[in-house]
């Protein structure tokens, strides 16, 4: 046998058994295809499963967060007989960074416009404390503080505490 043949011999070969591949991924290409967004769905149905109780139980805190932070419950809590103004401002916005920075990582949780929305109340209470204190004259005591705290959030038409609340709820309902 010569060189040339055995070369030829080869390339034949090569030829048909690259063309035997081709034809096997042409006619499997879809099932294999298939196979892998079959896993795929698979992976995220556990995902899903195994995230669903994490993004609940964030919902849940997200809750209890703005409960917490409304200042007829931060009062409630915080209010000591005889309470200089400056020692509850102090406790209040306290509490409420605190629980904030408890609550942070929820927020991978939850859907962005909704922690946008959690985010600024915090930031909207801090400022609602500062702003009354800033109201009271130097010689107030915390019970004047309370009331000025809560004669302002009487005088809001719709609570956003309760709104809050409300959206957070809206945002569980679209889990389902």
Known sequence: MNIQQV???VVVLFAGVFLALMAVYYIL????QHFFSLKNIELNKESRAHILP???QAHERLIIFTDRINPANLLVRLHQQGIGIAALQAGILNEVRSEYQHNITQQLYVNSGTWNVVRKLKDDTIAMINNAVQGLP???NGIELSKAILQH???IDENPYDLTIELI???IQKLF
């Open 7 to 9: 070369l030829t011999d």
């Open 169 to 171: 709820k809206k945002d």
């Open 153 to 155: 959030m009487a005088g």
């Open 54 to 56: 994490l993004r609940l």
């Open 29 to 32: 290409k879809n099932d294999i």
């Open 138 to 140: 130097t010689d107030a």
